[in-house]
Nanobody
Framework: QVQLVESGGGLVQAGGSLRLSCAAS????????MGWFRQAPGKEREFVAA????????YYADPVKGRFTISRDNANNTVYLQMNSLKPEDTAVYYC??????????????????WGQGTQVTVSS
């Protein structure tokens, strides 16, 4: 069982930055691909970014390419999402997820077995 805890959300003005962190309860280094998803009120949960077990494979959703950066620190069992140039449409609850099976379809939320509780990101205009 893997427990994930997100932190770093908050209220920021458009154009600002936030860094989200996802701490895993046990060793996930090299064992889980990790992903970030978000869900805005009244909308479906959507893929944001993912990183493979080794960190060599990184994927982004088109709306965040060039603005968000996913990274992982396997020694500390933590995954980060650096979010720059934030826009009001980035407002959502952001979730961290872990995929222990190494799926090649990391944009698909169904491939993830473990989820955090979410952290709210609000971007004001």
């Amino acid at each position: 069982q893997v427990q994930l805890v997100e932190s770093g959300g908050g209220l920021v003005q458009a154009g600002g930055s936030l860094r989200l962190s996802c701490a895993a309860s046990r060793r996930t280094s090299s064992r889980c691909a990790m992903g970030w998803f978000r869900q805005a009120p009244g909308k479906e949960r959507e893929f944001v970014a993912a990183i493979s077990r080794s960190g060599s494979g990184i994927y982004y959703a088109d709306p965040v390419k060039g603005r968000f950066t996913i990274s992982r620190d396997n020694a500390n069992n933590t995954v980060y999402l650096q979010m720059n140039s934030l826009k009001p449409e980035d407002t959502a609850v952001y979730y961290c997820a872990a995929d222990p099976d190494g799926s090649p379809w990391l944009w698909d939320s169904n491939e993830y077995d473990y989820w955090g509780q979410g952290t709210q990101v609000t971007v004001s205009s």
